[in-house]
Antibody, heavy 118, light 107 residues
């Protein structure tokens, strides 16, 4: 059974870079037909796809975040990472990593709260 | 971009009630629609995919249906553990847009 676990700082200062890592166990992020994704949820609000990559290497980013976001992969550690630059208070949210077989997100990490504040 | 509009935003119901939640897509998405349940402080849980396919391990009281660009999640007999927020999500586009959510509350 696949498991995903987010890790990274819970507090980031405005204008700095948010960096999170998702460690995957029970599945390889380079095999199979999966999209490995980052999703965020501000407190009391809905869910938003931040970006995702396919096991073949292609990436997709939210148009509203595209200029600030990068998803990278470390195949040796079976991890994928999120970097979001020039953060503001509007980026404060719970960030989830998740696996998408193409029809929906069937496995999720527990989520990690990132607060942007000085 | 595809917009997903859920209704109602909240519903009050009692244990044993039948509950229906609707999601409308702004354009055709075929059957590329998923439903999730989210409880406070937890990650969403996939309930239904491909509009009407039940995810493994999900109770059969949950069902999904579609009619054109309108999709419905039905809980046939509400149980205490079903009080939560429910989201639809299109799996047709790369952006995987979610609906705004429907909170099912205790009446």
């Amino acid at each position: 059974q696949v498991q995903l676990q987010e890790s990274g700082p819970g507090l980031v200062k405005p204008s700095q870079t948010l960096s999170l890592t998702c460690t995957v166990s029970g599945d390889s992020i380079t095999s199979g037909s999966y999209y490995w994704s980052w999703i965020r949820q501000p407190a009391g609000k809905g869910l938003e796809l931040v970006g995702r990559f396919y096991s073949s290497g292609s990436t997709i980013y939210s148009p509203s975040l595209k200029s600030r976001v990068t998803i990278s992969v470390d195949t040796s550690k079976n991890q994928f990472s999120l970097k979001l630059t020039s953060v503001t208070a509007a980026d404060t949210a719970v960030y989830y990593c998740a696996r998408d077989p193409g029809y929906g997100f069937d496995s999720w990490g527990q989520g990690t709260l990132v607060t942007v504040s000085s | 971009d595809i917009q997903m509009t859920q209704s109602p935003s909240s519903v009050s119901a009692s244990v044993g009630d039948r509950v229906t939640i609707t999601c409308r897509a702004s354009q055709g998405i075929s059957s590329w629609l998923a439903w999730y349940q989210q409880k406070p402080g937890k990650a969403p849980k996939l309930l239904i995919y491909a509009a009407s396919s039940l995810q493994s391990g999900v109770p059969s009281r949950f069902s999904g249906s579609e009619s054109g660009t309108d999709f419905t999640l039905t809980i046939s007999s509400l149980q205490p553990e079903d009080f939560a927020t429910y989201y639809c999500q299109e799996a047709y586009s790369s952006l995987r847009t979610f609906g705004q959510g429907t909170k099912v509350e205790i009446k």
